[in-house]
């Protein structure tokens, strides 16, 4: 859930305007991410950093009522048409046949600010969506206080919250019918300050996000257009590598039958040189990471062969320094040992404790120590959802430094296990960089 939230709230700066930039800050359960909003002649680029080396980019071309959406990692991009005015909005590719009905209300408190040089209105909003009829989208509640600057705003710039919905359907791979009510404000402006609370499923999530600079800025306008060389894909699911035919395959463990949930993510992947010379050679300012074999003590049967290099790979992409280590994960004493031979700098254990069929259900994710790690890209509504205990290490102290859960739910099984290990990686970098830069 929270990575459409980001997309919601980082769309909702889009407010189409021309030659700005403007310079962002958002905290979601005390993790910080920033991003820049590039403004030029009807179209807006936002630019996010999730973490370390790993960055998010969409455009939206106001005039032609586009999104698109790079994945500069893979060259590839995805144009999502999001229409203008209020209304319908346009059903996406993917499962569902339903409804699901948009409303958003944004009240003017009456209230007053100079910021950034501009009068700031202060309103205060509600978004609430409501499936029907067989929908996958799902039920949720946002309430929204902040303060918002009237810019010069480009004609056909559709509302945020189009966006927002368009970014979940996306994720769920829904194919729903979206009406859009509004009422109240209609054109709210540029958010300068932005409280956000949002209800799913019985969770809150309260997200802040403020701009620390909105200034004039002369743009390329090659910034907003797609890279040569780039390629157009169909789906969300294609442009973030998820579930490629060419990427490792469900499969039955060994001695299974065929009716078994077991699965893996295949033979691991052919190494590429940086990965094949990182175990011999420690990279300077680069964070080593050792990584044990997956293992799992889930009921159902459960292959997890592949598991570890695609945690390693994972782990290489988002800047640090992977390495396998061969010794069985259960004596634990020696795997620290081989880590520490290694000169890793950290070690991560990961065991698989539950794998089960899900249907309707709040997205998971749980944060190393007890705050909310997100479960981000997984869907609420995915049919195969599995659970990781998930601890790392110092080498040199048996205590572990992190220790907690990570829940993924996806519509397939090798979708949600390489969603699972991504989203380790992720946390896991993000949360040995903190400890880092505490020393």
Known sequence: MKQYLIAFLLLACSC????LKSTNRMTI????FSSTVLMKQGKVRNEMTLAPGVSTVSIQDCAGHRLIQINDRARTYLITEIGSGSGQIASLAGAGSGTVTLSVNEQDTGESKQLFGYAARHLKGTITSEGEGGSCGGNFRVTTDGWYVDLPAMQGCAPPEREMLHSRLQRDGCNDRVVLNRSGVEKVGYPVLLDTNIKDNGRDTAIHQETTDLSPAALDPALFEV???YKQVQSYQE???IGRAESPVARPSEGSTGNTNGFGLGA????SPEEKTSTTEKKK???RVGVAQVTSSADQSLATDGWQQQLVNDINFLGG???VLSIDPHDREAALDEAKQKDCDYVVFTNVITFKTASVGEKLGRVFGGSGLGGVGGTGHGRVEINAEV???QPDNPVPILDGNNDFRQNDADATAKGLLQTEARYVMLEIKKLEAAK
Do not use: E, R, T
């Not at 189409?16 to 030659?19: E, I």
């Not at 359960?29 to 910080?32: I, K, L, P």
């Not at 691991?268 to 190494?271: I, L, S, V």
């Open 391 to 393: 601890k790392v290490f």
């Open 239 to 241: 442009l973030m590598d």
């Open 268 to 271: 691991a992947p052919a190494k």
């Open 29 to 32: 359960a005390g993790n910080s």
């Open 321 to 323: 320094q992977a390495i």
């Open 16 to 19: 189409a305007l021309a030659d």
């Open 285 to 287: 300012g680069v964070l």
């Open 227 to 229: 890279p040569a060389g």
